[in-house]
């Protein structure tokens, strides 16, 4: 897996978490001061890049949590195979299948030959724009 560490007080809205397995996209952060003797807390909100479910964690802001590793490519659609489409990198000129995006705004523009950008996010991939 592709993976670094980070803490939860250096993450901020818009950065990306790892919570139950799932690669998530940080929407909201309240951080709070608990009394004298215990340590800051930080209640993290996320939404999963593949499932669109929100996630929450509570943990101290200390606490060491994993940062998925996201590359960025771009590939061209070979063919539309219904609920799966069919990839060929423009880099590595390698072809894969990718899951069809649910999105409508995306899934209207998904034809063979259009140019894509998609997101290889610990081990799974994801369409994210049609250029």
């Not at 996320?46 to 479910?53: D, H, L, P």
């Not at 200390?62 to 659609?77: A, L, N, R, S, T």
């Not at 649910?102 to 950008?117: C, F, Q, S, T, V």
């Amino acid at each position: 897996m592709s993976i670094q560490y980070t803490t939860v007080g250096d993450l901020k809205v818009g950065s990306y978490v790892v919570i139950d397995g799932e690669p998530c996209r940080v929407v909201d952060i309240t951080k709070a001061k608990t009394g004298k003797h215990g340590s800051a807390k930080a209640n993290v909100v996320a939404i999963g890049i593949f499932t669109g479910q929100k996630r929450t964690i509570m943990a101290p802001v200390d606490q060491q949590v994993e940062v998925p590793i996201i590359e960025k490519h771009v590939g061209q659609i070979l063919a539309d195979k219904g609920d799966t489409v069919q990839i060929m990198d423009l880099e590595t000129y390698d072809t894969f299948d990718i899951e069809r995006p649910k999105e409508p705004e995306l899934a209207d523009k998904i034809r063979p030959g259009a140019e894509i950008e998609y997101w290889d996010v610990m081990g799974r991939k994801k369409i994210v724009r049609v250029k």
